[in-house]
């Protein structure tokens, strides 16, 4: 889409704190030309058109009749296009207006259809083009993540477990897991996408009709990649499922963002954090009553946001649950906002991943404090000293306790206080070395959160050569991802090129 340079000034709402006040801080976006609304009526409209199209090709209907059902869809919809004109949104307040410029013999379109396929169908085009954008912001985001986790492969930080600071790791390793993470989102919504985006069309109310519309071409002129087989199940059964497998995938993204979030604003409780974000332009805004503070309202507004996705995916299963096949209150809505509100929320989150500042140094300095490679300790006793794990792990969880009630910090921690935390383990288990069997040097670079990171072992950890194969493997899955959307987009775009090309030719 093509955008003017007309710029607007949105309001972004923020969370408050009931003790804090603040501000609404604006965040500028530019207005999109106008475009054509792709609404409900838009796509009764391409039906129509399709229909009429079909069944005058295939004898159903004269030509005459063909051409003169063809200028009363058209006028309905130039009508529907002028300031102020009406755009129905269902069949049984479209039809009237078709009546009104063609007559009650353009009745004959409707033979073989129901509002049940023909809005079923609307809604199903408008999930999947609301998929499909949903794609490709992912993809944007996907993009920004995995660009921040190459500029900080070598930036070491703490990752934490029920809260607590608990090994130091690759910030660049810890990106690319969640890398993965939107990948398999991503996965997600193309697996449903093949479900979504087949056509009910011809399915009528039940069980099908007697009148031999052409399914696989109706199909093929709305951009299907094919029918939905069964007609009870096209318009009765899948449409029910459809929010629910939505609501899931909706759902994992919005968990996804808000977990990196909460990572995030910890840091917010810290005098002195290792990130942050960029000051201003409605990342963070200041505190009506308290100078100092400079609160993360993008951070708090996509929090909401993904609160809401949460909410609607929980919503549609209720509606869903307990009540037969095809009942309105469950069935698949073309309004249905999860789509629309967790494609803002990505988006915001993709601004939020643009506007984070990290300090390397900070972080550092954050791992020297705490005994995070405490771990490392027990490790390096059991593969390079044949002492158990458990043993290793008892002497590294003495040492910890030792440090903090004498307030020293792994830096300071000299071998000495090791030996004598050690002394004491064995004198009260005889089946260890009664002296200490780690070197010095060992001991002190066990206690090295950059060397730990470089000379991780496994699959898949966060040492350098493990980094390439990750790397090499999200951005691969990211180019797969954005050909296949783009792929999808071109057919839909082939199918209603010609839809209008054909309908044009019939009303000449």
Known sequence: MKLNKLKFVLPFLCMLGVSGGGYFPDIIVEAAEKTPVRDNFYWLGQINKATDVINTSEGLLTLEQGKNF???????LDNGDKPGGKRPRVVITFEPLLIDVAGPEITKLHAGRSSQDMLTTVSLVMQREELLKLAQAL???RGTLIELAAKNEATIIPN??????????SLGHYLLAYADAFARDSQRLRDCYSRINRSPMGACVLNGTGWPLNRDRMASYLGFDQIAYNTYDAGQVYPQEAPIEIGG???GIAIHLTSIIEEIMQQYAQPRPWILLEEGNGNTYVSSAMPQKRNPGILNSCRTQCGTILGLATGAAFRAHNIPAGMADGRLRGTDEMLKNTRAAVLLFDRILKALKINPERALEELNLDWTCSQEIADVLMSKYNLPF???HHFASEIVTYARSNNITPNDFSYADAQ????????EDANIPKVLPMSEEDFKAALN???IVQNRKVKGGPQAAE???MFAKARKDLDESKSWTESAQAKIDRAEKKLNADFAALLK
Request: glycine content about 8%; aromatic content about 4%.
């Open 70 to 76: 063809a200028k009363g869809i058209q006028t309905v």
């Open 139 to 141: 993809e944007q985001m």
């Open 160 to 169: 934490y477990t029920n809260g607590v600071a608990a090994q130091p790791n």
């Open 249 to 251: 995938i909706t759902s």
């Open 390 to 392: 458990r043993t290793g």
């Open 420 to 427: 004598k935390v050690y002394a004491k383990l064995s004198a």
């Open 449 to 451: 959160p950059v060397a």
């Open 467 to 469: 980094m390439k194969i």
